[in-house]
């Protein structure tokens, strides 16, 4: 009869501290803000931690998004960071009704200094800044006036205007084409310095121009290029984004059929190299026009924690600044038309030439 009752006490013993242990490690557990946001824990509790809202592109497109977030990383492993609270993270926009919550889903985690990455990120980046004006702000492709904002923009209608003579001087048929994601400034200059660029070294080149109002639909990029390839273009420039992985899908299937035909992409944003191949000894892409967003995020960051946030400036990177520039072309782009490139960017650096940042302005 003991030996029950002692059987029994016991037993309730272990499941009350079976309750007890499972209620322990429920409130343990941690809770993400959001289910897009990277995790972990950083070991430096003195860190100046970073963190991003891409846009609706997100991090993978090889392009824009993926370049700052490359930014982003290289920071962190400068400074030994870990991804996650206290270290370095980012928030996908999937919709541009992201931006306002994924801002401040970073902001209640603490980090030291966001980045809006994006032209239409300037609103909600101007909200959230106005409100928390103790917080610290970047906002790439856009200027917002606020004394906790740096704003980042670039001279894409320089770095263009080289893919215009590279367009241009490689073209066979005389005509080339350009393939833009949404109608707004930044991706004006694209076309601006691309159409100045490739009328610069043939006055009777034929362009090509078709906006798709998308970032992120490779299939609207896809149908686009077949339209230009197939009414002759030879070389597309691409200034959009996921969208312009379209392009390269059309240029590519075009190159299998036929290994001969004369067909070209020049990527944007990162070298897209690795996106024109075809097999191990084609490739469709010409070159890319690399713009220095990744190098603009580790700046602004060195500086903000350095104690040197500029807060309040604009801060413009052009070929002078190394911001903008053409990609190695591994052989596509011949000496001669090279020499050509490189007269351009002289004339450029030295402001004999000015490139306008809208067509015909």
């Excluded at 993400?32 to 100046?48: I, R, V, Y």
């Excluded at 944007?268 to 026009?289: C, H, R």
């Amino acid at each position: 009869m003991r030996k029950r009752k002692f059987g029994l006490v016991l037993s309730s013993v272990l499941a009350a501290g079976a309750i007890l242990g499972a209620c322990g490690t429920k409130d343990e557990e941690p809770k993400k803000e959001n289910e897009n946001a990277s995790s972990g824990e950083t070991s430096n509790e003195d860190a100046f931690s970073i963190a991003m809202v891409t846009d609706v592109g997100g991090i993978d497109d090889k392009s824009f998004n993926q370049s700052a977030w490359e930014g982003v990383k290289a920071y962190g492993k400068e400074h030994g960071l870990t991804e996650g609270n206290g270290g370095f993270a980012y928030l996908q926009s999937k919709d541009h009704a992201d931006y306002d919550p994924n801002l401040n889903a970073l902001l209640r985690r603490d980090f030291n200094l966001i980045f809006g990455v994006g032209y239409m990120m300037a609103d909600a980046i101007e909200a959230i800044a106005l409100d928390n004006p103790e917080a610290k702000f970047a906002l790439i492709d856009h200027e917002v006036k606020a004394d906790n904002v740096v704003s980042v923009k670039f001279k894409e209608q320089e770095g263009a205007f080289l893919a215009g003579v590279a367009a241009a001087k490689m073209s066979k048929s005389g005509i080339i084409g350009f393939v833009g994601g949404g109608d707004i400034p930044v991706i004006n200059r694209f076309e601006a310095g691309f159409v100045e660029g490739a009328k610069a070294v043939n006055p009777d080149i034929k362009i090509q121009r078709k906006y798709t109002g998308f970032f992120d639909k490779a299939d609207l990029g896809k149908i686009t290029a077949n339209s230009m390839y197939s009414s002759g273009a030879d070389v597309i420039f691409h200034a959009a984004g996921q969208t312009g992985n379209g392009v390269f899908s059309e240029a590519k299937e075009r190159k299998k059929k036929d290994p001969n035909a004369n067909v070209w992409v020049i990527g944007v944003d990162a070298d897209q190299y690795e996106e024109g191949k075809v097999d191990d000894t084609t490739n469709v892409t010409l070159t890319s026009m690399l713009k220095g967003v990744n190098t603009a995020v580790i700046e602004i960051s060195n500086k903000a924690k350095n104690g040197k946030f500029p807060g309040g400036e604009t801060l413009t990177y052009g070929l002078a600044e190394d911001g903008v520039k053409l990609a190695d072309s591994r052989g596509a782009i011949p000496e001669d038309v090279q020499a050509v490139i490189d007269e351009y960017k002289e004339k450029i650096v030295s402001g004999e030439i000015v490139v306008p940042e809208k067509v015909g302005k």
